[in-house]
């Protein structure tokens, strides 16, 4: 995402630059970064991809005491299989109830395993669209002070380029609006706070 955004901010500047009638246009800065995390519905997004994390990590553990289970219920007719102390078709019969575990154990771990990896996939899918449906929400709020301040161009102060390095060299923040888009964004909030969220790597912008 980055990248896209060191892209976009290239591109607008060339185009600003190369064309002498944009000369007198006004242009605005946010530090897209600030609004991202500052908004509630990320902080909201935020722990509600941390409860989703803890019931599946709640799940997982339910299966790894069941898995451990089977483990030992296969161990027990393993060892009862071997024992000289019974009748050989005892043993066979104890062997067959051995193997039939190791198969539910087998069955088990990997179905133990595909959750795992469905778990990750559904988190990273939920984060991703956090993101991109809380930045489309900013975007439209940049757009509207912009347009009501005549700005022409806004550009996100905390975009880096390709090298790591800013991409804005020097801003006055004469013209910022991350304080007063930040301020439209969260005037919906709800009236209690919310509650303290663990991090969930849940990236900026």
Do not use: C
């Amino acid at each position: 995402m980055k990248i896209l955004r060191t892209i976009i901010l290239t591109v607008s500047l060339l185009t600003f630059l190369s064309v002498p009638a944009l000369a007198q246009s006004r242009i605005a800065t946010v530090d897209l970064r600030k609004l991202f995390e500052g908004y509630w519905k990320t902080k909201q997004a935020q722990i509600d991809i941390q409860q989703h994390a803890e019931q599946l990590d709640n799940d997982d553990k339910q299966m790894l005491t069941n898995l451990n289970l089977i483990n030992t219920q296969y161990q027990q007719l393993l060892q009862q299989a071997n024992d000289q102390a019974i009748s050989a078709d005892e043993r066979a019969k104890r062997q067959q109830a051995a193997d039939a575990k190791l198969k539910e154990l087998k069955s088990s771990q990997a179905a133990m395993d595909q959750f795992e990896h469905d778990a990750q996939a559904r988190l990273a899918q939920q984060k991703q669209q956090m993101r991109a449906d809380i930045l489309q929400e900013i975007e439209a709020a940049i757009t509207t002070k912009a347009q009501a301040g005549g700005y022409s161009l806004v550009i996100d102060s905390d975009a880096e380029t390709v090298n790591g390095t800013p991409a804005v060299l020097y801003n006055n923040n004469e013209n910022d609006l991350t304080t007063a888009v930040l301020a439209q964004l969260n005037a919906g909030a709800p009236v209690n706070p919310l509650p303290e969220s663990t991090p969930t790597n849940t990236s900026s912008p």
